[in-house]
Structures are given as structure tokens and as C-alpha cells.
């Protein structure tokens, strides 16, 4: 197919640190996709902590690969072009993708691998799906690498007790939904504010406000052990004898934001055959569980919550909210609508 040419729009940062303020607007060349890519002119991204962490330079010097970097991982459009052997897409194509580390989101037009990207059906939003590659896969991984399984067996075996924390949060809240559509009992922990969301709207069976002495020792109202633990809140810094004192005999807390403490820990476990345990996890989303969370938007069993959305030309302002850590849902940067 022939190369698109011209300029777009797009929000970049050229060096470490600087926040929100550190983002710069710019008129760049619009990608060409390479083989195996599709090009998609872009509807919506979602900010992650991990667009902001990159930039303060927790992975320096590997990531960003180069300077200026577009950042936005989560990727929702429409395809416009295609590179070389790509056949499942075709121009016109709604989808989303994920481009991890590459990035590319904030921006009018982004690559994308096509065996990173898939179809986005009339019913699922362009916001509800840039939500999902990031956020919603990681709270799926974790919840199957905990034991925690989505098509449960209906027995009273397969139910789980789960705590996730954080459940106010991007990842939080898809897993809090997940968990209770396989039928599991959760426990959530969340901010005052947001305990009537938690459980009326995600349907956790109770909340836990972490400003409370029970929500900091994370101990359920109703007295269950854990059998698995989504720990999503990044700043708690939970020492593992906290949950070791929740948790069921074979409780495990699968940590999505590991320290060296947290691998320090794993690692003891398993040499002295620990059966509670703690497993760092670090997830690079797949295509098929994006496939699979894309299905649950549409048959409306699954949603994003969205805490705010901004156009292009006020990123800044979203990437400011997700460093706040004070999201309620996902944060969406949106192209093409008002600005
Ligand atoms: N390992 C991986 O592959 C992976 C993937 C995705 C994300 N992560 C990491 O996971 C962490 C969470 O990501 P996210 O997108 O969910 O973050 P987020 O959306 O920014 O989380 C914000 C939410 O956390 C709540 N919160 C903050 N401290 C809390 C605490 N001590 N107890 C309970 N809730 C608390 C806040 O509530 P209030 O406003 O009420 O304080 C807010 O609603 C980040 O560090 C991120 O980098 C890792």
C-alpha cells in the first residue's frame, strides 16, 4: 500500500523528567507502518502510570528507546494503512492495539503490530477501548496468575476470597469486575470517596477505606482470609508480614508494582517451599486477552470507568491527573473531538 506522507500533531517530551509541564506540542511526520504493522489514525489513547514513570526515568536508559518520545501505549482508531504482509486488517477497520515501549498514543496517527491489535466492534467506544490493553490486561493476568479463574466451575471449591487493592484505579477496578464475574467473593480497599462506587457500581462484596486502621491492615469486615491478592496500590508499601497475616493457607498476592523487597521475598518463598506466596508481575498485554476483554465491553459485562477526558491539546492536563495518583478510573486523551 502506498505510503501516507504529510505532518500530524503530536505531544512529545525530549529528556527525562519535567512532568506534565515537560510535554511539548509538535508537528511531526506521520509513521509509515513497516511489515507486520497497521497505521491508525488515532480516536483515543488512555494515560497509564507508566507513560509518566518512563518519563521520570525509571527505566533509564533503556526506555524511552529515543528522544523525543511520543508517549501513550493504548491505542484506539481506525486503520488507514497497512504494511507489507498484514491481512487481517483492512483501511477502514476499527481497532485497538497496544504499542509497548514504543509508545506513539498521543499523537493523530500511531503504529501499531497487527498481531498487537484487534477488531473494536460498533458497541465498544473508542474511550472504553484505549482503556483496555494496559489496565484490563494486567487485572486479568494478575487475577489468573493468583489462581483466580474467570470461568469458574461453580463450585463452592472454585470460589475464591480476593482483595484487590487499590480498587479505585485503572487496573483495580477492571479487576474488582473480573473477579466478580467469575463469581468470586471480593474485598476491596479504595479511598473514602469511592467506597459506594467500589461496591455498587463494581460490585466488590465489601470496601475497605484505606485511611482506617481496618483498611491500612487491610483486614475483611467479615473476617475471610484471602486466597488471592490483586496489590495494585503502588504507594502502600505493604510489607509482606501484613499480608501474610490476611492471607488463607495457600493465599497468594500477585504484586503489580514489585519492589526489591517484593523479589527479595519471592525469591526466599520459593526456596524454602513457602506456601503463601507473593509473585511480582510485570504484563505485556497479548492479543487474545485483548480479544477477550474487548468481547465482555460489548456484551456490556465489563466496563471502563473513565475518571476524565481531554482533548489533544490539553494532554498535559491528563498527565497530570494519572501522576496525581488520585484517578478514579482510567484517564483518556481523545483526538479529533473539541478542543
Ligand atoms: N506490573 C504491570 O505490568 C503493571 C501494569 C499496569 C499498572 N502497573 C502499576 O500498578 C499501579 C496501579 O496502576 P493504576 O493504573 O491502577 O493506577 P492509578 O489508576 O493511578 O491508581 C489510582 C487510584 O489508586 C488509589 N489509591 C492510592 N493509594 C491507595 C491505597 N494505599 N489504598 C487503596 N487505594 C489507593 C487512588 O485512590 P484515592 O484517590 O482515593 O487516593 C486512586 O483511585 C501503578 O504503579 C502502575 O504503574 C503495573
Same mark, same amino acid.
Given at each position: 500500500m502506498a505510503a501516507r506522507s504529510g505532518t500530524m500533531r503530536a505531544v512529545q517530551y525530549d529528556r527525562y523528567g519535567g512532568g506534565a509541564q515537560g510535554l511539548k506540542h509538535a508537528e511531526v511526520p506521520i509513521p509509515s507502518p513497516n511489515k507486520g504493522e497497521v497505521l491508525i489514525r488515532m480516536e483515543a489513547t488512555s494515560i497509564n502510570p507508566v507513560d509518566w514513570k518512563f518519563q521520570k526515568g525509571v527505566a533509564r536508559p533503556v526506555m524511552p528507546r529515543k528522544f523525543p518520545f511520543i508517549s501513550g501505549f493504548d491505542l484506539a482508531g481506525e486503520v488507514v494503512e497497512v504494511g507489507a504482509g498484514v491481512s487481517d486488517f483492512k483501511p477502514g477497520d476499527k481497532v485497538i492495539a497496544i504499542n509497548f515501549p514504543n509508545g506513539g498514543g498521543l499523537a493523530e496517527y500511531a503504529v501499531a503490530s497487527a498481531s498487537l491489535t484487534v477488531p473494536r466492534p460498533p458497541k465498544v467506544s473508542a474511550a472504553q477501548g484505549a482503556c483496555l490493553p494496559i489496565a484490563a490486561v494486567t487485572a486479568l493476568r494478575s487475577l489468573q496468575t493468583a489462581g483466580v479463574s474467570l470461568d469458574p466451575d461453580g463450585t463452592a471449591a472454585g470460589r475464591k476470597n480476593v482483595l484487590v487493592t487499590a480498587a479505585s484505579g485503572g487496573v483495580g477496578h477492571f479487576a474488582v469486575q473480573l473477579a466478580r464475574l467469575g463469581g468470586h467473593r471480593v474485598t476491596a480497599t479504595c479511598g473514602a470517596r469511592n467506597l459506594g462506587l467500589v461496591v455498587d457500581q463494581l460490585g466488590a462484596d465489601e470496601a475497605l477505606d484505606y485511611g482506617t486502621p481496618e483498611g491500612a491492615g487491610l483486614r475483611s469486615p467479615s473476617g475471610r482470609k484471602y486466597d488471592a491478592v490483586v496489590h495494585c496500590a503502588a504507594a502502600a508499601g505493604v510489607p509482606w508480614s501484613a499480608f501474610r497475616r490476611v492471607l488463607a493457607d495457600a493465599g497468594t498476592v500477585v504484586d503489580i508494582t514489585p519492589g526489591f523487597a517484593a523479589g527479595a521475598t519471592a525469591i526466599l518463598q520459593m526456596v524454602t517451599f513457602s506456601k503463601k506466596r507473593l509473585v511480582p508481575l510485570l504484563v505485556t498485554p497479548r492479543k487474545d486477552e485483548m480479544e477477550l476483554l474487548v468481547g465482555m465491553v460489548k456484551e456490556g459485562r465489563l466496563t471502563a470507568v473513565i475518571d476524565s477526558r481531554y482533548p489533544l491539546s490539553r494532554a498535559q492536563e491528563g498527565w497530570a491527573r494519572s501522576m496525581? $495518583?488520585?484517578?478514579? $478510573?482510567k484517564v483518556v486523551v481523545e483526538m479529533g473531538g473539541e478542543e
Open positions: 496525581s $495518583g488520585h484517578a478514579t $478510573g
